[in-house]
Structures are given as structure tokens and as C-alpha cells.
């Protein structure tokens, strides 16, 4: 493959040159009174139809602001089909960095799958420091695809550190999905501490078509890395076949291993279906596999159903210990990704025993970042000892974070004295 970039002919105005096809055209447009300018600017042939932010004018240029993360993904991968050198030097001219790396991306990832060794190469004569890293991570992601394993032996003979386990985590889970046994052997060769890293990419792309076969062959592993491995695969095997991967789970005689499967186990699926992972779990004979089972479901449930999960655990939870941790693991999810909402859904919930427990737990997870604030939803629990209680420990952590200036925000609050002065002392 020839690399140079391709000569531009200078013209007058108007004159359009190049290619007509795959989107991509290269305009001179030149003055007659000013120095030939050999810079092409790209152009493209955007699909036809379509209404508002989608249809946009034929022969707009890739830097147009208005084009999509959609089209640039389209427009990069036709532009790398035709000469991949220029494809991905055009993405400096995309403004915004998030659209920009989209077409970056894009085209080194069309160009590893078409001409991976080629692309590689020019990637590690081009590039440096964290822009290498970047590029070649999107190489290896696009050649693993094609030729897994002729991608990890280039990787494996011409990179080292976080940029060689980024780019074999993406050679072992495709090849994966592909091969399985043959990227197990493959990865042989590789040193402890390069494969405890990323051994876990295997995991996910054979756990994804076999994860039985996949847990066998974690079964064999040692130490670290087979809790690693087993835990990434029962990722994959909990989206297709979750009951069965309890069945395998609740058999490990590992606690340690038992107790990363469930959880895992947990969070993934109640991403998909969190209803039917508390049933399932609430089955469960032992307490303390249900625990751990119960630990992931607060976690993945939390991430798209807060609310909901809140109400699983009040409800379903007998054990007060297991309920607060859970629900502190819920809270705390909740509170950073939508504080607002946490504190909107608390005020609409009726006076009682549930919304005390959750005032409790909910204050104490806040009261890291928020002290005021924590007091201050501490001080609405309705059951009196609970609460006094909850604001005496509240009030001393806060005491110690801020010391004296803290007393005057506790009394504006309305704190008892009482709690006040034992602070204070103590």
C-alpha cells in the first residue's frame, strides 16, 4: 500500500477534483492572485432524505459542526476505504474532541481490520505518549476482529505496559468469540502479571458464546486470576442463561470465588430483570449465598430502578445489618448519580418505619460530603430514639470534620441541646 498523501492539484476557482465516490471529495479552490495552497479540504457526500439535524446539504465539509456522531462514523469508515493515511489525519480538522475521536476512532479501527500490520506500523512511527496509546488501542480493537491472532503476536513483539494489555484485552475477547481454545493457548505464552491483567478479555468473549466451556477452563486456573476470569464470564453468562450459572455458582466450594460469582451474577441481571433475580435469590436455602446474591441485585438494580430497588430491599431484606448495607449501596449509587431525584422521591414517601429506615441509612451515606444536609434529613426521622440516635452520630462526625463552627449550624438546625452539648463535651 502506498502511504503518501496524495498529491493535490491546484486550480482556479470552482474547479472540483477527485473522487466522486464513497463520500469523499477533494476541492481546490484557489484565487488567481494568491500562492497555490496544497492543503485539501475535505468534503462529503452526505445520504439524501430525511429532516432536521439529519439532512444536511450535499458536499458538506467533515468539519461542519452540524454533522452527527452517526454520519462522521460512516463518512470515516468510506474515507478509510479509499486512503486510510488521510482518513485519520482528517480528523484534526473535526471540531469538538468527543466528534473528532469518534472519526479518529472510526477510521484506525476500519483500517486495523482491513490492514492491521500496515496500519499498526504507520500508528507507531506517527504517534507518541497518550495519542499512540489511543490510536493503536483502536487498531488492535479493528484487527482483532479479522486476525486475532496475528494481531496479538505484533502487539506482544512491538509494545509494552498499559498499551500491550489494552490492545491483547481486545485480541482475547475477540478471538473469544471466535476460537476460544486457541486464544487459551495462545495466551500461554504471555507472563504472569501481563496475564493477570488482561485474561479477563478471554472470559468476556467466550463467556458470551460458551460460558460453560469458559467456566470449565477458569476452573483451572489459580489464585487471582481464576476469580477474575470466573467472575468476567459469569457477566456474559448471566445475560444468556442466568439460572444455570446460579445452579454452577452455588456448587463452588470457594466461598471467596461463590461470593464474586453470585454478586456478579446479581448485577447483571438485574440489569436485564431485577423481579425475577430477587425471586430467584430469595429461594436460595443459604443465607449467606443469598446475601451475596442480594448484595449484586442492590447494585445493578440501583443503576436503573433506584427507587425500586429501595423499595425490593425494605421489603424483602429481614436481616437489618444485610438491609442497611443494602441499602447503602443503593443510597450511594442514587445520591451521586441523581441527588435531586434521592431527595424528591424521600419527601413523597408517607411518614412511617420504612421511610425512618431509609432516612437513616440515606443520612449516613451523605454525611461524607454533606454534613448539613445529613443532620438535617436525620432530624426528620419520625421515631424519636432513632432519631436522637442517628443525630448523635451524625454530630460528632461532623464535629470532628469541622470542629467548633459546626455547633452554630447544628442549633440553626434545631438540634436538641442535649445532643449539642454531648458533642461538645465529648
Same mark, same amino acid.
Given at each position: 500500500?502506498?502511504?503518501?498523501?496524495?498529491?493535490?492539484?491546484?486550480?482556479?476557482?470552482?474547479?472540483?477534483?477527485?473522487?466522486?465516490?464513497?463520500?469523499?471529495?477533494?476541492?481546490?479552490?484557489?484565487?488567481?492572485?494568491?500562492?497555490?495552497?496544497?492543503?485539501?479540504?475535505?468534503?462529503?457526500?452526505?445520504?439524501?432524505?430525511?429532516?432536521?439535524?439529519?439532512?444536511?446539504?450535499?458536499?458538506?465539509?467533515?468539519?461542519?459542526?452540524?454533522?452527527?456522531?452517526?454520519?462522521?462514523?460512516?463518512?470515516?469508515?468510506?474515507?478509510?476505504?479509499?486512503?486510510?493515511?488521510?482518513?485519520?489525519?482528517?480528523?484534526?480538522?473535526?471540531?469538538?474532541?468527543?466528534?473528532?475521536?469518534?472519526?479518529?476512532?472510526?477510521?484506525?479501527?476500519?483500517?486495523?481490520?482491513?490492514?492491521?500490520?500496515?496500519?499498526?506500523?504507520?500508528?507507531?512511527?506517527?504517534?507518541?505518549?497518550?495519542?499512540?496509546?489511543?490510536?493503536?488501542?483502536?487498531?488492535?480493537?479493528?484487527?482483532?476482529?479479522?486476525?486475532?491472532?496475528?494481531?496479538?503476536?505484533?502487539?506482544?513483539?512491538?509494545?509494552?505496559?498499559?498499551?500491550?494489555?489494552?490492545?491483547?484485552?481486545?485480541?482475547?475477547?475477540?478471538?473469544?468469540?471466535?476460537?476460544?481454545?486457541?486464544?487459551?493457548?495462545?495466551?500461554?505464552?504471555?507472563?504472569?502479571?501481563?496475564?493477570?491483567?488482561?485474561?479477563?478479555?478471554?472470559?468476556?468473549?467466550?463467556?458470551?458464546?460458551?460460558?460453560?466451556?469458559?467456566?470449565?477452563?477458569?476452573?483451572?486456573? *489459580?489464585?487471582?486470576?481464576?476469580? $477474575?476470569?470466573?467472575?468476567? %464470564? /459469569?457477566?456474559?453468562?448471566?445475560? =444468556? &442463561? @442466568?439460572?444455570?450459572?446460579?445452579?454452577?455458582?452455588?456448587?463452588?466450594?470457594?466461598?471467596?470465588?461463590?461470593?464474586?460469582?453470585?454478586?456478579?451474577?446479581?448485577?447483571?441481571?438485574?440489569?436485564?430483570?431485577?423481579?425475577?433475580?430477587?425471586?430467584?435469590?430469595?429461594?436460595?436455602?443459604?443465607?449467606?449465598?443469598?446475601?451475596?446474591?442480594?448484595?449484586?441485585?442492590?447494585?445493578?438494580?440501583?443503576?436503573?430502578?433506584?427507587?425500586?430497588?429501595?423499595?425490593?430491599?425494605?421489603?424483602?431484606?429481614?436481616?437489618?445489618?444485610?438491609?442497611?448495607?443494602?441499602?447503602?449501596?443503593?443510597?450511594?449509587?442514587?445520591?451521586?448519580?441523581?441527588?435531586?431525584?434521592?431527595?424528591?422521591?424521600?419527601?413523597?414517601?408517607?411518614?412511617?418505619?420504612?421511610?425512618?429506615?431509609?432516612?437513616?441509612?440515606?443520612? *449516613?451515606?451523605?454525611?461524607?460530603? $454533606?454534613?448539613?444536609?445529613? %443532620? /438535617?434529613?436525620?432530624?426528620?426521622? =419520625? &421515631? @424519636?430514639?432513632?432519631?436522637?440516635?442517628?443525630?448523635?452520630?451524625?454530630?460528632?462526625?461532623?464535629?470532628?470534620?469541622?470542629?467548633?463552627?459546626?455547633?452554630?449550624?447544628?442549633?440553626?438546625?434545631?438540634?436538641?441541646?442535649?445532643?449539642?452539648?454531648?458533642?461538645?463535651?465529648?
Amino acid at each position: 500500500m502506498n502511504l503518501s498523501k496524495p498529491t493535490i492539484v491546484a486550480a482556479t476557482a470552482g474547479l472540483l477534483l477527485g473522487w466522486l465516490s464513497m463520500g469523499i471529495l477533494w476541492l481546490a479552490n484557489q484565487p488567481d492572485d494568491a500562492q497555490p495552497d496544497t492543503t485539501p479540504v475535505v468534503v462529503t457526500t452526505l445520504p439524501q432524505g430525511g429532516s432536521g439535524a439529519t439532512a444536511l446539504p450535499s458536499g458538506t465539509s467533515i468539519s461542519d459542526p452540524r454533522i452527527s456522531f452517526r454520519q462522521l462514523g460512516r463518512l470515516a469508515e468510506d474515507a478509510t476505504l479509499i486512503d486510510p493515511v488521510d482518513a485519520v489525519r482528517n480528523a484534526e480538522k473535526i471540531p469538538g474532541h468527543d466528534n473528532r475521536e469518534e472519526y479518529f476512532g472510526t477510521a484506525l479501527r476500519t483500517w486495523g481490520e482491513t490492514d492491521g500490520e500496515t496500519a499498526a506500523m504507520w500508528v507507531l512511527d506517527e504517534y507518541q505518549g497518550e495519542k499512540l496509546s489511543d490510536a493503536l488501542y483502536y487498531v488492535a480493537d479493528g484487527w482483532a476482529e479479522a486476525e486475532p491472532e496475528a494481531a496479538g503476536n505484533w502487539f506482544l513483539e512491538n509494545t509494552t505496559g498499559a498499551i500491550l494489555e489494552d490492545a491483547v484485552w481486545e485480541v482475547l475477547e475477540a478471538w473469544g468469540r471466535k476460537d476460544p481454545e486457541a486464544a487459551m493457548e495462545w495466551s500461554e505464552q504471555l507472563d504472569d502479571y501481563t496475564k493477570a491483567g488482561i485474561l479477563f478479555g478471554l472470559a468476556e468473549g467466550w463467556g458470551a458464546v460458551d460460558p460453560e466451556g469458559a467456566a470449565q477452563a477458569g476452573m483451572s486456573m *489459580e489464585g487471582e486470576i481464576r476469580y $477474575d476470569f470466573l467472575t468476567s %464470564v /459469569a457477566t456474559q453468562w448471566a445475560g =444468556s &442463561d @442466568p439460572q444455570a450459572l446460579g445452579n454452577w455458582a452455588t456448587s463452588l466450594l470457594s466461598e471467596e470465588l461463590r461470593a464474586g460469582v453470585l454478586a456478579e451474577m446479581g448485577e447483571s441481571w438485574a440489569q436485564i430483570d431485577p423481579q425475577a433475580a430477587a425471586e430467584w435469590g430469595a429461594a436460595l436455602e443459604s443465607a449467606t449465598d443469598r446475601y451475596y446474591l442480594q448484595s449484586g441485585i442492590a447494585v445493578g438494580w440501583s443503576e436503573h430502578d433506584p427507587s425500586g430497588a429501595v423499595e425490593w430491599a425494605v421489603n424483602a431484606i429481614t436481616d437489618p445489618e444485610d438491609l442497611n448495607e443494602l441499602l447503602g449501596d443503593i443510597v450511594f449509587n442514587w445520591t451521586n448519580l441523581d441527588p435531586a431525584g434521592t431527595s424528591e422521591w424521600l419527601n413523597q414517601q408517607p411518614t412511617g418505619t420504612k421511610k425512618d429506615t431509609i432516612l437513616e441509612v440515606f443520612s *449516613e451515606t451523605i454525611s461524607g460530603q $454533606d454534613p448539613m444536609a445529613a %443532620v /438535617a434529613w436525620a432530624n426528620q426521622i =419520625s &421515631d @424519636p430514639d432513632k432519631r436522637i440516635e442517628s443525630l448523635r452520630t451524625l454530630a460528632r462526625d461532623w464535629y470532628e470534620e469541622e470542629g467548633v463552627s459546626s455547633l452554630d449550624e447544628m442549633r440553626k438546625l434545631g438540634l436538641p441541646n442535649d445532643v449539642i452539648e454531648d458533642v461538645r463535651k465529648n
